[in-house]
């Protein structure tokens, strides 16, 4: 029978799960501990960098206040604008929040959905583990990995100067977010048997949040009611180096509180390596798979679609900001001179950069679905049979840039519709779209070096190449990293509709063509997990 609820024994050998959650972690959360505390070392020092002048600093609270600055940032809260801190809360809040919120997810699903997936789990709860231990464990990891980071951003960054009661309550709206997210990775690893559902639910959650923060903050850049809805709004209101509360906090973490109970409501309910939510089961009258091809795009299906949707919605609501962009440059001096250089067609371009960057998540993903079902033991029903491991690598690149195809039409198609209602160009719906499938080459790149990944059995390369796209792209120029750094990033490279660099172009694909022929021969020759 089933240990009561309130019985110590549903928690017996959480202390040991811990440990050994930490031995098998140790490196990966090192090097996400290492990269966010670095950033919180850097990032004030390139603040003041950036912005010596007054002049600079209310040029760039112009920009941070149009529609599009305040979905990619935060709130403004019409005080303290251009202190220093408030402009790195305002800059830096959000994307530490997604960060953080990543690594608290894929951490809870590793070591709770994904091993009952694997089979690992079955060996553990063989011996004498408690029903909740494996949660618990999960659990307890995130908060010691986010109570760490609070405590070495915090010092980072108080060791820069700043006030360290403002810098403490940045941190930990933080981290208090990461928290809640862990738990929503608690509660979806009981609803789907399937660890990838589970993470995509958890992200899809993350992603919905970030978006009503921002539409809520575009509403009222102070924060509206719809604001409210999301967690990660609650952290920004706590106004760090503006208006200091603490009362957001407590919000934070009666959610987590409740989010973690739900689980453990789910998984005392639920019968071992089953989900809530019950799988669809097979379907007899299904058409048969013909070909690896066919089988890659089959297995993808979901994420293509998922994807799709949500760069179109992405590129909507990027495309539908270029009013509200162009308006703001009337009172702008400095967003006239980018204009007035560049052109409209480079708010375009740098639009469409943030939705490629999407999309390399999505490629990199899908190919490392290889190692991931590899791992798993189901990569050797296919190879038992004529495909070669070379074939079975190389069409999983070729399915994953097909993908491509279809979500950076969508994001290209969507951006244009926005864009083009916005400023009354209905011409540039066309030239939006053909500009998304200009960065094609550059997901050449990125699937090649996910499939490098493979070949090594070095999953976390290909996130690190999304990383970095993504953080040159985002945070390049805040944190002043060199231009040849920033170039070495494919979508960096492309700047479509601006201008289309066909020799660049060409040479991404030769890269990512024969980039992907390597880790081909390099699979091949090594043993499958």
Same mark, same amino acid.
């Given at each position: 029978?089933?240990?009561?609820?309130?019985?110590?024994?549903?928690?017996?050998?959480?202390?040991?799960?811990?440990?050994?959650?930490?031995?098998?972690?140790?490196?990966?959360?090192?090097?996400?501990?290492?990269?966010?505390? &670095?950033?919180?070392?850097?990032?004030?020092?390139?603040?003041?960098?950036?912005?010596?002048?007054?002049?600079?600093?209310?040029?760039?609270?112009?920009?941070?206040?149009?529609?599009?600055?305040?979905?990619?940032?935060?709130?403004?809260?019409?005080?303290?604008?251009?202190?220093?801190?408030?402009?790195?809360?305002?800059?830096?809040?959000?994307?530490?929040?997604?960060?953080?919120?990543?690594?608290?997810?894929?951490?809870?699903?590793?070591?709770?959905?994904?091993?009952?997936? &694997?089979?690992?789990?079955?060996?553990?709860?063989?011996?004498?583990?408690?029903?909740?231990?494996?949660?618990?464990?999960?659990?307890?990891?995130?908060?010691?990995?986010?109570?760490?980071?609070?405590? &070495?951003?915090?010092?980072?960054?108080?060791?820069?100067?700043?006030?360290?009661?403002?810098?403490?309550?940045?941190?930990?709206?933080?981290?208090?977010?990461?928290?809640?997210?862990?738990?929503?990775?608690?509660?979806?690893?009981?609803?789907?048997?399937?660890?990838?559902?589970?993470?995509?639910?958890?992200?899809?959650?993350?992603?919905?949040?970030?978006?009503?923060?921002?539409?809520?903050?575009?509403?009222?850049?102070?924060?509206?009611?719809?604001?409210?809805?999301?967690?990660?709004?609650?952290?920004?209101?706590?106004?760090?180096?503006?208006?200091?509360?603490?009362?957001?906090?407590?919000?934070?973490?009666?959610?987590?509180?409740?989010?973690?109970?739900?689980? +453990?409501?789910?998984?005392?309910?639920?019968?071992?390596?089953?989900?809530?939510?019950?799988?669809?089961?097979?379907?007899?009258?299904?058409?048969?798979?013909?070909?690896?091809?066919?089988?890659?795009?089959?297995?993808?299906?979901?994420?293509?679609?998922?994807?799709?949707?949500?760069?179109?919605?992405?590129?909507?609501?990027?495309?539908?900001?270029?009013? &509200?962009?162009?308006?703001?440059?009337?009172?702008?001096?400095?967003?006239?001179?980018?204009?007035?250089?560049?052109?409209?067609?480079?708010?375009?371009?740098?639009?469409?950069?943030?939705?490629?960057?999407?999309?390399?998540?999505?490629?990199?993903?899908?190919?490392?679905?290889?190692?991931?079902?590899?791992?798993?033991?189901?990569?050797?029903?296919?190879?038992?049979?004529?495909?070669?491991?070379?074939? *079975?690598?190389?069409?999983?690149?070729?399915?994953?840039?097909?993908?491509?195809?279809?979500?950076?039409?969508?994001?290209?198609?969507?951006?244009?519709?926005?864009?083009?209602?916005?400023?009354?160009?209905?011409?540039?719906?066309?030239?939006?779209?053909?500009?998304?499938?200009?960065?094609?080459?550059?997901?050449?790149?990125?699937?090649?070096?996910?499939?490098?990944?493979?070949?090594?059995?070095?999953?976390?390369?290909? *996130?690190?190449?999304?990383?970095?796209?993504?953080?040159?792209?985002?945070?390049? +120029?805040?944190?002043?990293?060199?231009?040849?750094?920033?170039?070495?990033?494919?979508?960096?490279?492309?700047?479509?509709?601006?201008?289309?660099?066909?020799?660049?172009?060409?040479?991404?694909?030769?890269?990512?063509?024969?980039?992907?022929?390597?880790?081909?021969?390099?699979?091949?020759?090594?043993?499958?997990?």
């Amino acid at each position: 029978m089933t240990a009561p609820v309130l019985s110590p024994a549903v928690w017996t050998g959480t202390t040991t799960l811990l440990r050994l959650a930490l031995i098998r972690d140790r490196v990966r959360l090192g090097i996400w501990f290492a990269v966010l505390t &670095s950033m919180m070392v850097y990032a004030p020092n390139a603040v003041r960098l950036a912005y010596p002048e007054e002049a600079q600093r209310l040029a760039r609270v112009d920009l941070m206040k149009t529609p599009a600055g305040i979905m990619m940032s935060g709130p403004m809260f019409g005080g303290n604008e251009t202190d220093l801190g408030a402009m790195l809360a305002n800059e830096l809040m959000l994307t530490l929040i997604v960060a953080t919120s990543i690594l608290a997810v894929l951490t809870v699903i590793r070591h709770t959905r994904a091993e009952e997936e &694997s089979g690992a789990a079955e060996l553990v709860l063989s011996s004498v583990v408690g029903r909740y231990a494996r949660t618990t464990a999960a659990l307890v990891l995130v908060a010691g990995v986010n109570a760490a980071l609070a405590v &070495s951003m915090t010092v980072a960054m108080a060791a820069s100067g700043f006030a360290v009661a403002d810098t403490a309550a940045m941190c930990l709206g933080v981290t208090a977010v990461a928290m809640v997210f862990g738990a929503v990775a608690a509660v979806t690893a009981q609803l789907w048997r399937q660890a990838r559902t589970a993470t995509g639910a958890a992200m899809a959650a993350l992603a919905v949040a970030a978006v009503v923060r921002g539409v809520g903050d575009v509403i009222d850049n102070s924060g509206s009611a719809l604001s409210w809805f999301s967690p990660i709004a609650w952290a920004q209101q706590m106004r760090p180096f503006v208006d200091l509360r603490w009362w957001p906090l407590a919000m934070l973490v009666v959610l987590t509180v409740a989010l973690t109970a739900l689980a +453990a409501l789910l998984e005392g309910r639920r019968q071992y390596d089953a989900g809530t939510i019950p799988s669809t089961g097979e379907h007899p009258g299904a058409r048969p798979i013909r070909g690896v091809l066919a089988l890659h795009l089959t297995l993808q299906r979901g994420q293509i679609v998922g994807w799709t949707v949500g760069l179109f919605l992405g590129g909507l609501a990027f495309g539908s900001m270029t009013k &509200s962009l162009l308006d703001a440059a009337e009172d702008n001096e400095m967003i006239q001179r980018v204009i007035a250089a560049q052109g409209t067609d480079s708010v375009y371009t740098t639009m469409t950069q943030f939705l490629a960057a999407a999309a390399s998540a999505f490629v990199v993903a899908a190919v490392l679905r290889v190692y991931t079902d590899e791992e798993k033991g189901l990569t050797e029903a296919v190879l038992a049979g004529s495909v070669s491991r070379w074939r *079975w690598l190389v069409t999983a690149v070729v399915a994953a840039l097909l993908g491509s195809v279809v979500l950076m039409t969508a994001a290209g198609l969507g951006n244009g519709l926005g864009a083009g209602f916005a400023v009354g160009d209905p011409a540039t719906v066309a030239r939006l779209t053909v500009a998304a499938l200009a960065f094609l080459p550059a997901l050449v790149v990125m699937a090649a070096v996910a499939a490098l990944a493979v070949a090594v059995r070095r999953p976390w390369l290909g *996130w690190l190449a999304v990383a970095f796209v993504v953080v040159s792209l985002y945070l390049g +120029a805040l944190l002043r990293l060199p231009q040849w750094l920033i170039d070495l990033s494919p979508v960096s490279r492309t700047t479509a509709p601006m201008d289309y660099p066909v020799t660049a172009l060409i040479v991404m694909v030769v890269v990512g063509a024969g980039g992907t022929a390597v880790a081909g021969a390099l699979y091949r020759r090594r043993d499958v997990l």
